[in-house]
Every structure is written in C-alpha cells, then in structure tokens.
C-alpha cells in the first residue's frame, strides 16, 4: 500500500530548512511570559488597594500564566486574575497576547458574581455614557463562549453599538479592551491601568 506523497511548498521548504525563526518565536513567547510575570505581580499588589474585595477571597489564589500554540490556530499566552471558575460562578480577568493580532485584558463575571458586581458596572456605563473617555473603546461580549478572545461582531461589539440597558440581563458579562502588538512598549502600562479600571468599575459605582 503507497502512501500519499506530501509535498511542500518552496516557503514551507525555506522555512523547514532556517531553525533560526522557529527559536526567535520561542524567544519571544518566553519575554512575553516574563513580562506577564511581572503585570502579574503588579496585579497583586493593586488589588489591595480595592476594599471592595476585602471580604470576598476572589483574590485568595494567586496569578496564573498559561500558553498554547492554537488559538484560532495561532500562539497565545495568557494571565488570569482573579480566576475564579465553577460552572455557575465566574469572576476572572484575563490578560491575553494573541501571535499576529493584539494583547487584550477581558473580565468575565457569571452567576453570583455578576449579581454582585454587575450593578456597579451599569451604574458606571449610565453615569460617563458609551462616548466619555472612561467608557471608549470598551467591547462587551456577544457571544455564546465565555472564553472565545477574538474581536469579530460575533463575539464583541463595541459598547457603543451595544442596544442592551443592564449587563444583569445577560446569561455572563464580558468586557474587554485591545492594544495593537505594535504598540509593544505601552502594552505593560495598558494591562495595568485597564486592570485598576476594570476593579473600579466592580466596586466603586
């Protein structure tokens, strides 16, 4: 029995042959996992500053770091905290870089926790409005996967094209906010100021 013949195209070949992009990507990957080590720290130490959260221990497990090499076919590393997951009950916020397209911070809020905090997220919405400087650029999710990243219509909106009036009416919230890969050397400060915005949001409104 012959087996298929499987070829390669002359850029498939090249790049079989040049082990050199392969260990830059890995090198990357790594700085990328280093640098989210870091926000994560800073996410520790933030999250005191919120007495909000003082009582409520979604902050008792510490940051976690994961990679993959197949999101949407495409190299991902991602941070979460808090990370809070049962399957009614969800706090979490990731921190995700994307090979190709862009780094995002995405909170998810279900069940108990979205009952909790999701009034003061629509008392925020109401009180700056979807085209203020503290609301633009937010997306909120549309989809039916919590854990779907991309920015397609079929999994975010931007909230000022979003009809709903309260975010307790959706089965979970997502919000997120996306920086282009080219802005690299900002994407550390971004991280951690939309995290300090995003546990405002929980706690203060």
Request: hydrophobic share 40%; charged share 20%; aromatic share 16%.
């Amino acid at each position: 029995m012959s087996a298929a013949k499987v070829t390669l195209s002359p850029k498939e070949l090249e790049l079989v042959n040049n082990a050199d992009w392969i260990l830059t990507k890995n090198r990357i990957i790594q700085k990328v996992t280093d640098l989210f080590g870091e926000i994560g720290n800073t996410y520790r130490s933030d999250a005191g500053k919120y007495p909000g959260f003082v009582q409520s221990g979604v902050f008792s497990l510490e940051p976690k770091i994961s990679r993959g090499e197949q999101y949407q076919s495409l190299p991902y590393v991602m941070l979460d905290y808090p990370r809070v997951f049962t399957q009614q009950d969800i706090i979490a916020i990731r921190s995700f870089f994307w090979w190709g397209n862009h780094c995002s911070i995405q909170l998810v809020l279900k069940g108990k926790y979205l009952a909790e905090y999701g009034p003061s997220i629509n008392h925020y919405f109401q009180l700056f409005g979807k085209y203020a400087p503290e609301t633009r650029d937010w997306y909120i999710g549309v989809g039916s996967d919590p854990w779907q990243h991309h920015f397609e219509k079929d999994n975010y909106l931007p909230m000022t094209d979003w009809n709903g009036t309260s975010v307790l009416d959706l089965p979970f919230l997502k919000l997120a906010k996306k920086i282009p890969l080219q802005e690299w050397d900002d994407i550390d400060q971004f991280m951690i100021r939309h995290f300090n915005r995003l546990l405002a949001m929980l706690t203060e409104y």
